[in-house]
C-alpha cells in the first residue's frame, strides 16, 4: 500500500469514527426518550409492546429512507435491534400493578429458572412475591395462607402429583396457575385439587429471554376466567402476546414442536458424536446455513439433560411422531439405496406443493436470518 | 388513555421521530463514507473485508458505548448490520482487476445461478466473461479459443463426463477449474483431461447472497500453482475467505454438512406432510427456536428438487453416514420405548461432554439468533 492510499485511507476511517460518535449519540438519546416513553405507559397500566404502533414508525421510516436512497430494510432492522434495547431496558421502571389488593404470590419452584423469571416480572409489577420450594413445605402452611395466586412450576414429571398431594388446601379465591410444557393433566389435576379459580399457561421461551416483550405465553382456561382475567392483563403489559388454547390441542402441538424436535436434536448430535466428527473442521467448512443448525442441536447439550428428558417423556403419544418420523426416514433411505432419483426428485415435489406459499415465506425469513449469521463472523 | 397520557406520548414520540430522521442522515453519511473507502481501497487493489480493522473499529465503539452506558452489544450489532450494507454497496464501484493481461473466460453453465453470480463478479472485475451453455456446444471452438480461465459449473453428475468428454481441447496455458460441490472425482477428471494448470473450487454459500465478504470458498490445489494464484487473490479481494483442503478432507465433510443435512431436513418436512400437521397452528404455538428450525426445513422447499438430489446422491459414501444416523436413531429410540429415563440422560451427558466448550459457545451464538428471529416479530 502506497503513502497516498495509507493517507486517504486514514482520513476516511477518522471521518467514519466521527460518524460513529454522532451515531452513539443519537442511540442513548434515543434510549432515553423510549425509556420516558415507558415511564409514561407505567403510569398509565400500557402493554409495553403496541404492534400497530411500531408498524406505522416503521412504515414510515422505510419510506423515507427511500426517499434517502437508503435500503428500507437497513433502517427497519436497526430499528427492531433499538426495539429490543428498549424492551430490555423497561424493566429497569418496572410495570404497572393491575391487580394491587391481590395477597401475595407463592410461586412453587420459585428457585427454578422459569419459575425465578416470574417472580422477578410480579415483583417489579409491585407483588409480594414467595417462593416454596423443596424443603420449605414444612412451613407450607404459613406461606399459603392468605396467598392470592399460586404459580406451580416443577419438574413436569412431579407436576400432577404434587398437585394432588400438596394444593389441596388453597385460600378458596386463591388462583391456581402452573407454567408446565404440558397442559391436559396438570389443568385437570389443578381442578381436582382446588375449588377455586385454575387457569394453565405455557411460556413459549426459555428463562434466558431478557425480556418478554413478543414471547408467546399459552393459556389454558381451567375454571372462573373473570377471576384472573387480571393475570393474563398482568403478562399482556409485559409485552407477551397470549395465545389461548384447548389443552388437548397445544399437548398435540408439542408432541411435534418439542417432544419430536428435541430428540431429534439429540440424535444429531448423537451422530456427530459416534461419528467422532472433528467440529473444527465441520465449522471451517461450514456454509452460514449449516453453521446455524450447528449451534442449533450444539446449544441443546449446553442445557440440563433432566429438561429434555422431562419434554421427551412427558407425553406417551410423542413416542407415537418419534417412531414415525423413523419410519419416514427408513422409506426416504431405501429410495436412495434404490439409486432412484426420479423417485426422491418426485417425493420432494409432493412435499413442496403441500408446504405451498409456506415454503418461499420461510425462504426469505431464513435468508435474513443466514445474513445475521454472516454479519457475526470475525475471520 | 387520559387526555394527558396521550399528549405526553405524542409529544415523545415526536421527538422519537426526530431522532430517527438524524439516524438516517447519519446512515447516508456513513454508507457514502465507507462507498469512498471502498473507492480507495478498488484503486490500490486492497481485499474489501479486512478482519482486523473491523476488530478494532468494534472493540474502539464497544468501549465508548459502554462510557455511555450503551450496551456494547448494541452498537456491535447496529455496525456489524451497516457493514453489511456496505459490502452490498461495493459491486456499485467495482473490483480491481488481478490479471489484467488475461485472455477472456469461459464459464460452462454460466446460464445457472452459481455460474452467473461468478459471472457478475469477474465483469464487475473487468474480465471478459462468455458463457457456454446446453446449446452453444456447437461453437465451442471459437468460445474457448484464447481463453485463460474456463470455469465449469454443471449439474454434479454430468461435471466428470462432461469434463472427460469436451475439455479435453483447450489452449495449453489456460487455467481450467470447477465449482462442484464435491471436488475429488471433478479435479481428476480436470487434471485427466487439461494439461495446463488446474484447480478446484467449492463456493460455500448459496447464489442468493448480496455479497462475498466473508463468505467461504474451499481451494484444492489441482497442478501449477503459481499460474492461478491470481484467481486466489480475485477471489479474496471480492470479500470471501479461502479455505485450502485435501479434496478427500473435504468430501468428507460434505457428507456430513451436506448430504446428510439436506436428507434429514427432507425427511422432517417429508414427516410433516404424513403427519398432516397444520403448519399454521404449529406457528402460532412455536416458541421463536421452533420458528427458526420450521423456517430452516421450509427454505429447501422453496429450492429446485434436482439440486438436493444432486448433492445427496452425488458421494456413495453419504450413504453410510445417512444410515448411521438411522441406526443412531432407533437406538435411542429404543431407549425412550423402555422408559429408561435414566439411561437417555446419561447418553445425553455423554453426548454434552463430547461437545465441551463448543456446547456453551454455540449456546451464546444461538441465543443472538433467537433474539433476532424475535425481534422480526410483527403482531
Redesign the interface.
Known sequence: ??EK?TA??EN??G???G?????????????D??A??GA??H??G?PIYA?Q???N?LA??RA??KE????PQ??E?????????SY?NEKDVGFKQVKADLGHVVIVGGEGKLGGLFSQMLTLSGYQVKSLDKDDWVNSESIFDGAGLVIVTVPI?ITCELIADKLTNLPKDCILADLTSIKGAPVEAMLAAHSGPVLGLHP???P???SL????V?VCHGRDADAYQWLIEQIEIWGA?I?E?EPS??DK??Q???AM?H??S??????????E?D?E??L???????R????????????S??L??DI??AQEES?V??????D???Q??SI??S?N?DA??E??????R??GD??????R?????L?????????
Open positions: 500500500m502506497n492510499t486517504e485511507l476516511l476511517r471521518l467514519i469514527d460518524v460513529d460518535q454522532q451515531l452513539l449519540h443519537l442511540l442513548r438519546k434515543r434510549l426518550l423510549v420516558q416513553v409514561v405507559k403510569g398509565a400500557l404492534p404502533r411500531e408498524a414508525m414510515k421510516r423515507e429512507a434517502m436512497n437508503i435500503a437497513l433502517i432492522d436497526i430499528l427492531r435491534r433499538l426495539m429490543r434495547e430490555l414429571n413459549m421461551f426459555g434466558d429471554v431478557g416483550a413478543k414471547q408467546v399459552v402476546r395465545v388454547a390441542k397445544h402441538a408439542m411435534l414442536v418439542q424436535r430428540f431429534s439429540f440424535v444429531y448430535g448423537l451422530n456427530l458424536y459416534k461419528e466428527a467440529i473442521s465441520l471451517q467448512f461450514s456454509s452460514p446455513i449449516y446455524l443448525e450447528l449451534a442449533m442441536v450444539g446449544r441443546l447439550f449446553a442445557q439433560p433432566e429434555y428428558a421427551i417423556f413416542l411422531a418419534i417412531s414415525d418420523y423413523l419416514n426416514y427408513s426416504a433411505l436412495l439405496k439409486g432419483r426422491f426428485v417425493q420432494f415435489a409432493e412435499v413442496s403441500w408446504f409456506f415454503a418461499p415465506q420461510f425462504q425469513e431464513s435468508r435474513a436470518m445474513q445475521s449469521v454472516n454479519d457475526m463472523k470475525t475471520g
